[in-house]
């Protein structure tokens, strides 16, 4: 099992706040959205598609390397082929 050292959310909104806004480089932001939008087709693409349907910053968690990560699948749902995705 990986070591997952952050959450998305937790860089993004720190508890306690600090007295200055975080710098986020733009370099991990892209990063951060290419892992993430990496995972979600990973997911969707999957035959039948897993819809994550808990999808947050608390849920995209970072390694060290600060690759993110989709966690948190406990909502998700197997949608089979001839359903719509816009059912609930």
Do not use: W, Y
Request: proline content about 11%; glycine content about 4%; aromatic content about 4%.
């Amino acid at each position: 099992m990986e070591k997952l050292a952050t959450s998305l959310h937790d860089i993004l909104d720190p508890e306690p706040p600090p007295p200055t806004k975080p710098f986020v480089p733009v370099s991990l932001k892209c990063s951060v959205r290419h892992d993430v939008a990496r995972g979600l087709s990973f997911l969707q693409s999957h035959s039948p598609p897993i819809i994550h349907r808990d999808f947050s910053a608390r849920n995209v968690l970072l390694n060290e390397g600060m690759v993110a990560k989709i966690a948190d699948l406990g909502m998700a749902r197997i949608v089979p082929n001839s359903a719509s995705f816009h059912h609930n």
